[in-house]
């Protein structure tokens, strides 16, 4: 158990709704990291959080957005969803900016 | 363009053997370096990594090696367990400004570890 907690584990929804997954980092890591896992691609950087603001944006897309509460838990909004964005979404977490990260066992999003 | 590259797919080895996973990358600027391994309905876990002031890192069964001068790492585990059989990924870390560093990782390689 990385002590990274990650809900839903699955989510089922159609084109053009809307969905948030949710993270709770390990206790006293302040840096939270968003991953899109598509199939038979790597791990995608998406955005990433420190204590509570934006540090840095990878290849996430306008439809997406994330914040990190006062609470340090995260939470990653999909929006208009498109078939393409049906991925695993993995929610990591570290003491620091340049510590290793722990990942979350992941939400499988399925777009239909 | 994918800046660490796992040319491997997948790899299959025999119970006790060495396996060997290599990873390429582009970026000078990569300054650590870092292997995951996956579990199906797992998230990735960290295995070992290295900076690269190091060529080498051992843990236990499993060795990291850095060329920077090739822009290469592989990761050897001696010997092989069927437990061993999971999805690796090399994964490289950069700083990208603001006190912030990114992790860029690879594709993943599957190993199969043989009985």
């Known amino acids: 158990d990385s002590g990274v907690t990650q809900t839903p584990k699955h989510l089922i929804t159609a084109t053009g709704q809307r969905v948030t997954l949710r993270c709770s980092p390990r206790?006293?890591?302040?840096?939270v990291y968003w991953y899109q896992q598509s199939l038979d691609q790597g791990l995608q950087f998406l955005i990433q959080?420190?204590?509570?603001?934006?540090?840095a944006k990878g290849n996430i897309l306008e439809r997406f957005s994330a914040q990190q509460f006062p609470d340090l838990h995260s939470e990653l909004n999909l929006s208009s969803l498109e078939l393409g964005d049906s991925a695993l979404y993995f929610c990591?977490?570290?003491?620091?900016?340049?510590?290793?990260?722990?990942f979350g066992s992941g939400t499988q999003l399925s777009v239909l | 363009d994918q800046q660490v590259k796992q040319n491997s797919p997948s790899l299959s080895v025999q119970e006790g053997r060495i396996s060997i996973l290599n990873c390429d990358y582009t970026?000078?600027?990569?300054?650590?370096f870092l292997w995951y391994k996956k579990y199906p309905a797992e998230g990735p876990t960290f295995l070992i990594s290295?900076?690269?002031?190091?060529d080498k890192n051992e843990d236990g069964r499993f060795t990291v090696f850095l060329n920077k001068s090739a822009k290469h790492l592989s990761l050897h585990i001696v010997p092989s367990q069927p437990g061993d059989s999971a999805v690796y990924f090399c994964?490289?870390?950069?700083?990208?400004?603001?006190?912030?560093?990114?992790?860029?990782f690879g594709k993943g390689t599957k190993l199969s570890v043989i009985p």
């Open positions: 994964a490289a870390m950069s700083y990208s400004g603001a006190g912030s560093y990114q992790l860029t």
């Open positions: 970026n000078s600027m990569f300054d650590y």
């Open positions: 206790s006293g890591d302040l840096s």
């Open positions: 990591a977490s570290s003491v620091s900016a340049n510590e290793k990260l722990f």
């Open positions: 290295i900076s690269s002031i190091k």
């Open positions: 959080y420190y204590n509570g603001e934006e540090r």
